[in-house]
């Protein structure tokens, strides 16, 4: 990609024209309407074994501990009156459910675009893309490449593009030809300029945060105290399982809370490798790394907005290596869903996979974990369209194959399947064809069928002789086709020129200044 420049010409059309050009050149998408959970969650366990996990969680934070690698976060949590022991910190279980209850269990996050701000917590769910993978594989090339800022602008392309993807997670692939030390800043600015959704930041030291915290600022055009009034943007941050917290990651957080910025805490606890083979051990493990980082941010500033992430799967016992989407992972995010519940946290879990290729592998795994998010209750599904290897490789291919699985979990959740007025029980209509005939032409029908049943964009209806007589084209290669036309016919969205000039001002500064340090 060209380096990062001001424009001096704005798009024509606006949000609503280019929009509605893509999807006549594109494809027929369902509408932006985050889903709204309607059904009750799984919850398999019994009340005396959310006590279990409770107590177990709590146990390890008074009498194990979390290892804390930062200095000011150790200092805070001794003023708070935690037992620490050089950089070993033990929370009573009174202090860590007093500071958990002052965070709150539902908040928004506003974008540029405020017509695209998410609700975080409650029954709401939202689908965001695929981040940090350092590879990337679509159709064309056939083989794994490291990531570039093409790669990288393409899969934000496709993240603005589908309406079910609600949120903008970190760099959907890592351009690792942009060095590392200003590598924030360019991505940061496609990103505010080819999507207008909920913004994230990596929790990587002082500089990267400020710098996006910043961007953000002047992409909506805020003055300080409106940017740090309500979340315009959020952070994710895992710990290093087992027990411990690193220092990039919670001094960005600290950053972000103190300026009135979401966090979400997620620790990734691999089963049989970073956690307890058992489940229960390791959901319990996963709750006392976040609960005391949760603490820690409710203390600096209370009533900031935080959730608690699952990321709870198993290795593979035969070669040590992350599964996803599989029994024990679904399992698990349900259980940290009803335990997120008990503590009063929205929930983030992730849709993921360990396959290579988009092939049905990689779409039963992440079906599977989509739906076990569904099901526990979450309120952001990280990583919802795009991921492949285990997070190594991000593809559009799968992207798009994702957003199929993505819009038929909206239409699922549309409450008006489940209707049961008179027009939807049908008695007249039922009368009207009797026991002979058929529904194909009644008004009842005509007047519904446009709208009666979900359409697919990707997915092929046709008979075999139909898909045959078609080219015989598989899901990935039509897929394929897909991205290249959207790419082809993307417009993004409309921003202010005067803003545009100040963000390349600002990424044109922080680069003469040398961006953020590297050993490097």
């Not at 698990?332 to 996979?353: D, E, H, I, K, N």
Request: charged share 20%.
């Amino acid at each position: 990609m060209a380096d990062t420049e001001p424009r001096r010409k704005t798009r024509g059309g606006g949000r609503a024209g280019a929009a509605a050009r893509r999807g006549r050149e594109t494809i027929e998408q369902m509408p932006w309407k985050p889903p709204i959970m309607i059904d009750p969650p799984v919850e398999p366990l019994r009340p005396e074994g959310v006590e279990a996990i409770h107590d177990g969680a709590m146990r390890i934070l008074e009498e194990i501990g979390i290892q804390f690698l930062n200095n000011e976060a150790l200092g805070i949590l001794r003023e708070a009156g935690c037992r620490v022991d050089g950089d070993m910190v033990f929370m009573d279980r009174d202090f860590v459910m007093e500071m958990v209850a002052k965070a709150p269990s539902e908040f928004t996050i506003t974008p540029r675009n405020l017509d695209r701000k998410i609700t975080v917590g409650g029954r709401h769910l939202n689908f965001g893309n695929v981040s940090s993978p350092p590879n990337y594989w679509d159709m064309a090339l056939g083989t794994k490449v490291p990531g570039n800022r093409e790669m990288c602008a393409n899969l934000l392309k496709l993240t603005q593009y589908f309406n079910c993807i609600h949120f903008a997670g970190g760099y959907p692939v890592e351009p690792v030809d942009i060095h590392a030390s200003v590598r924030h800043l360019d991505v940061v600015y496609d990103k505010l300029t080819l999507t207008d959704k909920a913004m994230h930041a990596y929790s990587l030291g002082k500089e990267r945060v400020e710098d996006v915290m910043e961007m953000v600022r002047i992409a909506g055009g805020l003055s300080d105290e409106e940017f740090e009034a309500t979340p315009r943007m959020y952070t994710n941050i895992n710990s290093t399982s087992p027990l411990k917290h690193d220092h990039p990651m919670i001094d960005g957080c600290l950053r972000m809370v103190r300026r009135g910025q979401a966090v979400v805490v997620t620790p990734f606890t691999l089963a049989g490798a970073m956690a307890p083979v058992t489940m229960a051990g390791a959901v319990a493990q996963s709750i006392a790394e976040a609960l005391c980082a949760i603490a820690l941010f409710q203390y600096v500033n209370p009533g900031c907005a935080c959730a608690i992430g699952t990321f709870t799967s198993n290795v593979d016992m035969k070669s040590g290596a992350p599964a996803f989407g599989t029994p024990e992972y679904m399992r698990a995010t349900q259980m940290t869903g009803q335990m997120a519940r008990f503590y009063g946290l929205p929930l983030r879990s992730s849709g993921v996979c360990a396959a290579n290729v988009p092939d049905g592998q990689a779409m039963w795994e992440t079906s599977n974990s989509l739906w076990a998010a569904v099901q526990s209750g979450t309120n952001m599904v990280y990583h919802a369209a795009g991921w492949l290897e285990g997070g190594l490789i991000a593809s559009p291919e799968k992207f798009i194959m994702d957003c199929e699985v993505l819009q038929q979990i909206q239409r699922y959740l549309d409450p008006g399947l489940s209707a049961t007025g008179a027009d939807d029980i049908a008695l007249d209509a039922i009368k009207s064809v009797g026991n002979e005939g058929h529904f194909f032409g009644i008004q009842h029908t005509q007047d519904r069928y446009a709208t009666a049943f979900y359409q697919p964009f990707l997915s092929d209806w046709k008979n075999y002789e139909g898909w045959e007589a078609a080219g015989s084209v598989w899901t990935p290669d039509r897929a394929h086709t897909m991205f290249k036309n959207i790419i082809a016919n993307f417009e993004a969205p409309a921003i202010d020129e005067t803003i545009r000039e100040e963000l390349a001002d600002f990424v044109a500064r922080r680069k003469s200044e040398g961006g953020a340090p590297t050993d490097f």
